[in-house]
């Protein structure tokens, strides 16, 4: 038989990993961004030092002069501080995909043969587990200031719980950011500009009733103002099941508006 003869048999399409194998190579990915802290010792002080700043700093300095005592402030202002902690912490999610993005690390990681889905869901799953982390943090150190559960532990795993989902639905924002802007300060420009104000202006901080009127109709159907309830019916006692319903309906809102165009976005850009 000739070469002329031969024909070239067709190549069989590559198979795509199955849903078991996709999230081992998430795990993976998680695990790999998570390891990177060890090389970058100022992401750690990052998640660690700047959340017990603002404990320290909003308790001791405007604690006397909006609750009477710091004591009495922390614990108002503690599940607040909370809340702004994870919405800046999202934003980190952004950062480090569009740092693959524009360094080609993602486009090497899609070539290999794992999960399409699973280097963005291994960045967002090790942002959630640096999450948990900078909430225990915070509220270990609350105990050392003095703030006590109302609510026991079982309060103390539904707000962990609640924030864990509802800043995993906002990172979908974050992830649509760092797609779209061309460098990762971007991305950190866009968190000041946007979560600084939404922050400041929801009760997290300052009871609403001490805004003016007509501020005070935007700080209640502001998320950080429902979240925050939320968390302080969980962790201190109070009105519970209307926050977190609330916070959830906005949680579903967030994930069904912003994941699809994040990922329209990515596949765009990929």
């Known amino acids: 038989m000739t070469a002329a003869t031969l024909t070239a048999a067709p190549l069989a399409p590559a198979r795509r990993p199955g849903l078991a194998a996709g999230l081992r190579h998430t795990l993976t990915l998680a695990w790999r961004s998570l390891v990177q802290i060890k090389h970058n010792p100022m992401e750690l002080l990052d998640l660690s030092i700047q959340p017990v700043m603002f404990v320290l700093l909003f308790t001791y300095v405007f604690g006397g002069a909006i609750s009477g005592t710091p004591g009495d402030y922390l614990k108002f202002a503690l599940p607040g501080i909370i809340v702004q902690n994870a919405f800046f912490a999202t934003m980190t999610t952004g950062f480090g995909l569009n740092n693959d993005l524009t360094k080609g690390v993602f486009d090497r990681l899609r070539a290999l043969p794992i999960a399409r889905w699973s280097p963005l869901a291994g960045r967002i799953l090790a942002d959630t587990v640096k999450q948990a982390w900078s ?16 609510n026991g ?75 925050a309830d939320a968390l302080r019916g969980l962790l201190v006692g109070g009105p519970v099941a209307g926050p977190v319903v609330q916070s959830l309906i906005w949680a579903a809102a967030l994930a069904a508006v912003f994941a699809p165009l994040a990922v329209r976005a990515l596949r765009r850009r990929v």
């Open 135 to 150: 909430v225990s943090l915070l509220v270990g150190v609350g105990a050392i200031l003095g703030f006590r559960l109302g």
């Open 153 to 227: 532990a079982l309060g103390l795993l539904g707000a962990f719980a609640l924030l864990l989902a509802f800043s995993l639905a906002a990172s979908w924002i974050s992830v649509l950011v760092g797609v779209l802007v061309s460098e990762p300060e971007k991305v950190q420009i866009f968190g000041f500009m946007v979560i600084f104000p939404l922050t400041f202006t929801s009760n997290a901080f300052v009871p609403t009733e001490t805004m003016p009127s007509w501020l005070q109709r935007w700080v209640e159907v502001n998320p950080v103002t429902i979240l």
